[in-house]
């Protein structure tokens, strides 16, 4: 049986080399730039398989199986990379009972995958890098720290992050950085708005009902508005983020170290 799986899923990833080649220059850079971040939808599936045969004895169907692991919702006790995932499958867990693994790669990364999409064969399993690294290019190269807060550090004008690995899927998290503006929550969005005193206030909203405004204004204050004392007032659909020119290794490792905050220890 579970041969056959392999051989099955390897002839899945000839085929899709194969289709990739062939492909135009433009469209192939087009499916690198979504794909990179990736798992195929082969590893998926072939992950599924040694999921069944070798882990669902003791993690169950579900992946809930083990006290404080769920592996279908990604929450583990401490690991947080794939590095992590591919650590603990092959040098396993003495002290708790879980043996070691011997996979290769196709079937280690397969069952990574599987993981990663939630235990869903058509599902969507973003790779989660290095964490210190991510920490490096959230502070460093990627300039993310000059907007974002993070356990209490940082500017206010931009969403907090210090729980967002508490709160966001990978999947969630790698739209933010790759594609702001399908990614903005109404909760975020920029607002303008003018007082019949003539004070321009901007910010990002943050609660609204249809008599108030609560925002947190560009010097990160928290303000209350009453909409009727408002001479104008203009909610944006642009989100202020940029989508990321950074590599998608890059943003692997930013998803694993966001995925790691899980607010104030
Ligand atoms: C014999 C039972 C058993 C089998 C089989 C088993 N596991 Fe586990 N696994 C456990 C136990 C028990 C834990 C909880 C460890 C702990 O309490 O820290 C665990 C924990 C984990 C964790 C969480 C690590 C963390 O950081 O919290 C992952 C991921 C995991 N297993 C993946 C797998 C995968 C993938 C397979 C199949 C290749 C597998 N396990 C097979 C018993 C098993
Ligand atoms: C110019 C300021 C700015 C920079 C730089 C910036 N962000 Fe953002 N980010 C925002 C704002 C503002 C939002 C809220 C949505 C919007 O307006 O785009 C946001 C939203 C997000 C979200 C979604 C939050 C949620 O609630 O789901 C994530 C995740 C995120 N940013 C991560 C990053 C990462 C990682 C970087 C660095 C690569 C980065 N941001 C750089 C301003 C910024």
């Avoid at 002290?95 to 996979?103: E, G, K, Q, V, Y």
Wanted: aromatic letters at 4%; proline letters at 4%.
């Amino acid at each position: 049986m579970r041969d056959d799986g392999r051989t099955f899923a390897r002839l899945g990833l000839l085929g899709f080399c194969a289709v990739a080649w062939l492909l135009p220059a433009a469209e192939q850079g087009h499916a690198q730039a979504s794909g990179d971040h990736q798992y195929t939808s082969e590893d998926i599936e072939a992950g599924s398989r040694v999921y069944t045969s070798e882990c669902a004895l003791c993690h169950g169907a579900n992946g809930d199986d083990v006290d404080g692991v769920n592996l279908r919702l990604g929450q583990f006790r401490s690991s947080v990379s794939d590095d992590d995932l591919r650590g603990v499958i092959t040098t396993g867990l003495a002290s708790a009972r879980m043996p070691a693994f011997d996979l290769n790669s196709d079937e280690l990364n397969g069952v990574i995958a599987y993981i990663r999409a939630g235990f869903d064969p058509s599902g969507v399993a973003v790779k989660v890098g290095d964490v210190a690294r991510g920490q490096d290019l959230f502070e460093g190269q990627g300039d993310c720290s000059s907007c974002h807060r993070v356990n209490g550090r940082g500017p206010r004008t931009a969403p907090d992050l210090s729980d967002i690995g508490a709160v966001r899927t990978p999947a969630a998290l790698q739209r933010a950085i790759l594609d702001p503006i399908t990614a903005l929550l109404p909760i975020n969005r920029p607002v303008r708005a003018v007082t019949r005193g003539g004070e321009t206030i901007q910010g990002r909203r943050l609660n609204e009902d249809t008599y108030t405004v609560q925002l947190i204004d560009s010097e990160g204050r928290l303000r209350s508005l009453v909409k009727a004392d408002l001479a104008e007032y203009e909610v944006s659909n642009t989100p202020t983020m940029e989508p990321t020119t950074l590599s998608s290794d890059q943003v692997a490792d930013l998803i694993g170290y966001l995925l790691s905050l899980r607010g104030m220890q």
